[in-house]
C-alpha cells in the first residue's frame, strides 16, 4: 500500500480555477487557506443554527439569525472564488477579521 501511495502522482486540483492555483503558500488568498476557512465556517454556521433551534435559548435570537446569514454568504462567496478565481467579499480571513483593500494600476 506505501508503495502506491510514492506512485501515485501529486493531485492537480483541477477544480480550483487556473488563477489561483499556484499561488504561493504565503499569498493571504491561497486555496488550502481558503479550504480551511470554508470548514472553519461551516461548523461554526452548524453552531449557530444549533442555537437558533434551541427552546430553551430563549427562542428566536434576531443577532444570531444575522450572523448565521453572514457566514452562509461569505461561505458562497468562498466557494464562488475557488471556482472562479474572484474574490466577492469584502472582507477575508477565517473569522472575516481582514478587509480587502483595492488597487489602482
Known sequence: MEKARKAKSP???ISIHSSIRNLPKNHPLNFKKVQEW???NKHEHIR???L???KSGGGY???INNMANILDVYILNMQS????GVWLDLRYGQDRQFKI???IS
Not at 81 to 84: A, D, N
Open 11 to 13: 493531485p492537480k486540483n
Open 38 to 40: 470554508i470548514k472553519h
Open 48 to 50: 449557530l443554527r444549533k
Open 52 to 54: 437558533l433551534r434551541r
Open 61 to 63: 435570537n434576531r443577532e
Open 81 to 84: 472564488y475557488l471556482r472562479t
Open 101 to 103: 483593500k483595492y488597487k
